[in-house]
């Protein structure tokens, strides 16, 4: 069965930067879309960031521009790296696996903490 287990997450100062990692094992990987999801208290799981087998990628437009989305296909691992840090980015983040760039399939990872601080 897929398992997915992200790292990374962490507290921040606002305006800094983090790293979120996600690694793959029980799948084919190369051949999904991955993708970066977040859920804070009291709203909806939201797409994050999204990338194909082929490395397009789908942003939503809260973190265009400070948010990149990477992935490697020999490791089995999509990573975020997240700059330019706001407090509105605090949220769980869940990796997903096998959706298409704006929807999530089943697979999710079991998620990390990001908290940022003002």
């Known amino acids: 069965q897929v398992q997915l287990v992200e790292s990374g997450g962490g507290l921040v100062q606002a305006g800094g930067s983090l790293r979120l990692s996600c690694a793959a094992s029980?799948?084919?990987?190369?051949?999904?879309?991955m993708g970066w999801y977040r859920q804070a208290p009291g709203k909806q799981r939201e797409l994050v960031a999204s990338?194909?087998?082929?490395?397009?990628?789908n942003y939503a437009d809260s973190v265009k521009g400070r948010f990149t989305i990477s992935r490697d296909n020999a490791k089995k691992t999509v990573d975020l790296q997240m700059n330019s840090l706001k407090p509105e980015d605090t949220s769980v983040y869940y990796c997903?696996?096998?959706?298409?760039?704006?929807?999530?399939?089943?697979?999710w990872g079991q998620g990390t903490q990001v908290t940022v601080s003002s």
């Open positions: 997903n696996l096998g959706g298409s760039l704006d929807r999530p399939s089943a697979y």
């Open positions: 029980g799948s084919i990987f190369a051949i999904y879309t």
């Open positions: 990338i194909t087998m082929n490395g397009r990628t």
